[in-house]
């Protein structure tokens, strides 16, 4: 089965920076996009960044020019590196692989998955 892990968050003041790390357990052939999303106490879960299996990035606006989102295809690890962070920033962040191919007791399996998500909290 395949399990996603995230890791970095944590408490940060503002102007300070993060980088989150998701790793996938499991065998995994290819992913059609990784991407990081937000949800903040109250609010929806909103798309932070995405980066496609070619490489392509997409930000939210709320974040562009202060957060890289990038990827290990070895590792089958997506970062996302967080500067300039703000008060608007705290919120728990989940990594996603969306149509992720995977190898399990030898069947294929396309399937989108989560992790457990990771607090990031920023203080002013």
């Known amino acids: 089965q395949v399990q996603l892990v995230e890791s970095g968050g944590g408490l940060v003041q503002s102007g300070g920076s993060l980088t989150l790390s998701c790793a996938a357990s499991?065998?995994?052939?290819?992913?059609?996009?990784m991407a990081w999303y937000r949800q903040a106490p109250g609010n929806q879960r909103e798309l932070v960044a995405s980066?496609?299996?070619?490489?392509?990035?997409t930000y939210a606006d709320s974040v562009k020019g202060r957060f890289n989102i990038s990827k290990d295809n070895a590792k089958n690890t997506a970062y996302l590196q967080m500067n300039s962070l703000n008060v608007g920033d705290t919120a728990v962040y989940y990594c996603?692989?969306?149509?992720?191919?995977?190898?399990?007791?030898?069947?294929?399996?396309?399937?989108?998955?989560w992790g457990q998500g990771t607090q990031v909290t920023v203080s002013s």
């Open positions: 996603n692989f969306r149509n992720a191919r995977a190898l399990y007791r030898g069947r294929w399996y396309l399937n989108d998955y």
């Open positions: 499991g065998n995994i052939f290819s992913v059609d996009a």
């Open positions: 980066i496609s299996s070619g490489g392509s990035t």
